[in-house]
C-alpha cells in the first residue's frame, strides 16, 4: 500500500493537497482504491472518495497501528564536508527510527552555520518523503545546528563512536531497560584526538563498530539501527 501525507481533516475524511495528487498520478492511483494517509503522528487506511487537480478527499477505514521504538534516539551527527551525505542521513535516519536529529559542527566537519540552516527546509522534505515509503507516521525532528563541546550526556546511554577504535565493542554494552540514547558520529576525517578526550570528559562512551572502518554515514545508521533491534524491556 502506498502511503500519503494529508493537510487536513474535514470530519471524518483526510485530505491530499495537490503535490500529493500528482504523486497518486504517477502511481496510475483512482478513486476507491485504499491507499496509507500520514496525518498528525497517525497513518490510516483510507479510500479516495473524489479526486480533483487540486485535492484528493479520502474517507478512512481503519487506523493502522504502527507499533513505535522501544528507544528514544537522538544522532548527533558530525555535518560532512561533502554535505550532500546529510541528505543520506537524513533519509537513513528516518526509516530506521530514529527520534531527532542534530547537526553538529567538529573541527573537521563542515563549518558554516548559515549554510546548515538553509539546508533545513530540504532536509525536513526528505524526511517526509521518507514517512511515506517507510510509513513512520511521526517525523524525525532536526534541530538547528549545535558545537560539539555544547552536547550533553545526560541520556540513558550516551555513545560516542570512536574512530580511534579504542572503544567499548558495541554488543557489550548492555541494553536491558535503556530507553534513550544519543550516539555522536565524527565527519570524514574523524573526531580528533582532544575532541575524543572531550567528549569522554562530558561523560559520552567510546565505543567502536566491528571489524572495519566505516564512513561517517554508514556508522551513524548501523549503530542506530543496532540499538533500535535490540533495546527492549
Ligand atoms: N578518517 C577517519 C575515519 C572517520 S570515519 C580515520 O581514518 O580514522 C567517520 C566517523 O564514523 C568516525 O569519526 C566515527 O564516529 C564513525 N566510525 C566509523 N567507523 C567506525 C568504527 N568502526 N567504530 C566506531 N566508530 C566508527
Redesign the pocket.
Known amino acids: 500500500m502506498y502511503n500519503f501525507l494529508a493537510s487536513r481533516r474535514e470530519g471524518d475524511l483526510l485530505i491530499l493537497p495537490e503535490e500529493e495528487v500528482k504523486h497518486l498520478k504517477v502511481r496510475r492511483i483512482r478513486r476507491e482504491e485504499p491507499i496509507g494517509v500520514i496525518w498528525e503522528g497517525k497513518l490510516y487506511r483510507c479510500t479516495i472518495k473524489d479526486l480533483s487537480q487540486k485535492e484528493a478527499r479520502c474517507s478512512i477505514d481503519e487506523v493502522v497501528p504502527v507499533p513505535e521504538p522501544e528507544i528514544d534516539i537522538t544522532l548527533y551527527q558530525?555535518v560532512p564536508v561533502e554535505i550532500g551525505v546529510f541528505d543520506f542521513i537524513v533519509q537513513k535516519a528516518t526509516e530506521v527510527g530514529v527520534e531527532k536529529l542534530v547537526p553538529v559542527i567538529t573541527e573537521r566537519s563542515f563549518r558554516k552555520n548559515e549554510v546548515i540552516l538553509k539546508k533545513i527546509p530540504r532536509w525536513e522534505r526528505i524526511v517526509r518523503e521518507s514517512m511515506k515509503q517507510s510509513g513512520r507516521p511521526k517525523p524525525l525532528l532536526i534541530e538547528e545546528p549545535k558545537e560539539l563541546i555544547s552536547l550533553k550526556a545526560d541520556r540513558d546511554m550516551n555513545i560516542?563512536?570512536?574512530?580511534?577504535?579504542e572503544?567499548t565493542s558495541l554488543r557489550e554494552i548492555e541494553l536491558k531497560g535503556i530507553k534513550s540514547a544519543c550516539i555522536?558520529?565524527?565527519?570524514?576525517?574523524?573526531?580528533s584526538r582532544s575532541e575524543v578526550a572531550l567528549l569522554k570528559d562530558a561523560g559520552f562512551k567510546s565505543?567502536?563498530?566491528?571489524?572495519?572502518?566505516?564512513?561517517?554515514e554508514?556508522?551513524?545508521v548501523v549503530?542506530s539501527s543496532f540499538l533500535i533491534n535490540f533495546a527492549g524491556p
Open positions: 558530525a560516542l563512536l570512536d574512530n580511534f577504535q572503544g555522536v558520529v565524527g565527519p570524514e576525517g574523524g573526531f565505543v567502536r563498530l566491528k571489524p572495519y572502518t566505516m564512513r561517517t554508514t556508522a551513524a549503530c
